[in-house]
């Protein structure tokens, strides 16, 4: 007996049917030796009861003389309950009719008696083989299953834990997606999603800035964006309360049976407001929400860079209101702020989009014109001078509030400070020759 035999016996439920009690005992004394459980019966009436009974035999081996039933109706009754049972017979040399009948009836072994023992062992573990292996294999096969099952369970508990919406995608589309981002779109089930919404990219609100992609299924949408890009990407979503929010979103691919996407969407709405109304403190004078010096400072250096990259030309202008010290004096500070704030007001309505206007401190103002030579520039600004002699910028002054300008244009040359120092000399002339007017160099 191999070592495998012997290992295969050991798991093994035999039932074994015998008339002729000596025999019996000996072989099945023999056969529990080595097997995990012998059951006896004297005839094949008493061996159907068992069978029926417990059904849990991997191999029945039969005498065929045998009173009450034989062993050839034991077969055949055995037969119409499992067609592929494993049966093995002892028959003796006389009774070699029954042996070719037992063959006919689809018995798949046999041992001729008298019986050798270790015959009869090495054909019980032959024809059980098939029925063990496959009864290890639905074990097996159960085990994995359930082992599936929970790390699904886990996987999906995990995904639902994450603060994050999720979704798993592959070629062909999303098949895994979290409970927070059906909770997010109101729906229940991710066959909803598709039913309702067709691909994810749909979702995605058009507008710069956020990542966006039209008419592609999951799979193009989510291989579309630049995943080897280090800035960061963003997204807008609306909720099913048609409330908007930010997202940064993040996609990883793993190959596993194909590619697959993991999507993931972080809401950053409460930190992008957040970060937005710092960048615009930042940038902007307080009271007249025109932008800053600072800002006014980094915007030239940029500008001047550009200019020289790709010969633009520019104008700035400096201003200055005449006799401000006065309007705070006669009327009080408020109003000199109302004043302050209103020509802010009326400087940024008259200029284009392109231009830029800069509080550079107290009464003074920076004026950057876009692309602007410096003759259309003094037309320009000779009109605002005008604009704002004729615009009432607080109720009740006496006498209308007037500004001096200098303006100057970028040369090839210029440093940013020699830039802005000339404009600053244009201006302390316009000062010089008696105020509301506007002086070029
Ligand atoms: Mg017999």
Redesign the pocket.
């Known amino acids: 007996m191999t070592k495998e035999e012997i290992e295969l016996l050991k798991s093994i439920q035999v039932l074994y049917v015998e ?2 009690l000596d025999i019996q005992k000996i072989t099945a004394d023999v056969l529990s030796s080595v097997c995990k459980k012998v059951v006896c019966a004297n005839n094949g009436v008493e061996a159907l009861e068992l069978f029926d009974a417990d059904g849990d035999f991997d191999i029945i081996v039969t ?1 065929i ?2 009173p009450k039933m034989d062993g050839i109706t034991l077969i055949k009754k055995i037969r119409e309950r499992d067609n592929t049972f494993p049966i093995t017979i002892t028959t003796a040399h006389t009774e070699v009719h029954f042996l070719q009948e037992s063959i006919d009836l689809g018995v798949n072994g046999y041992t001729l008696k008298p019986i050798d023992l270790k015959k009869l062992m090495k054909t019980v573990a032959k024809v059980s083989e098939g029925r063990v292996l496959r009864k290890k294999l639905e074990i097996f096969n159960s085990e994995l299953i359930q082992k599936v099952k929970e790390q699904t369970f886990e996987l999906h508990s995990i995904l639902d834990s994450q603060e994050s919406l999720i979704a798993v995608s592959n070629i062909d589309g999303i098949h895994t997606i979290n409970k927070r981002f059906l909770d997010f779109l109101g729906l229940n089930s991710l066959d909803d999603l598709k039913k309702e919404i067709g691909s994810i990219c749909n979702i995605f609100i058009k507008e710069d800035g956020y990542y966006f992609s039209e008419n592609l299924n999951d799979m193009c949408c989510l291989a579309n964006i630049d995943h080897t890009t280090n800035s960061d990407i963003f997204v807008k979503m609306k909720n099913f309360a048609g409330i908007i929010s930010i997202f940064k979103l993040n996609v990883n691919i793993y190959e596993y049976n194909g590619t697959h996407f993991i999507l993931s969407l972080s809401d950053i709405t409460s930190l992008k407001s957040e970060s937005d109304l710092l960048q615009y403190q930042a940038n902007h004078d307080s009271l007249t929400q025109i932008y800053n010096r600072q800002y006014f400072n980094s915007f030239i250096k940029t500008e001047i860079s550009r200019s020289l990259r790709y010969s633009h030309l520019f104008s700035i202008a400096m201003f200055d209101i005449d006799h401000f010290k006065n309007v705070n004096d006669t009327y009080g500070h408020d109003i000199g702020d109302e004043v302050l704030k209103n020509i802010s007001t009326i400087v940024k309505t008259y200029l284009r989009d392109t231009d830029i206007l800069a509080r550079w401190g107290g009464e003074e103002f920076m004026i950057l014109l876009a692309e602007t030579p410096i003759s259309e520039a003094f037309t320009k600004i000779e009109q605002l001078r005008k604009h704002i002699e004729a615009s009432t910028l607080a109720p009740n002054l006496k006498e209308p509030v007037t500004v001096s300008f200098g303006v100057t244009e970028f040369m090839i040359s210029d440093t940013k400070a020699e830039l802005l120092k000339r404009v600053d000399i244009a201006l302390y002339q316009a000062k010089n020759s008696g105020r509301n007017q506007v002086v070029k160099i």
């Open positions: 008339d002729e005498d003389n045998m």
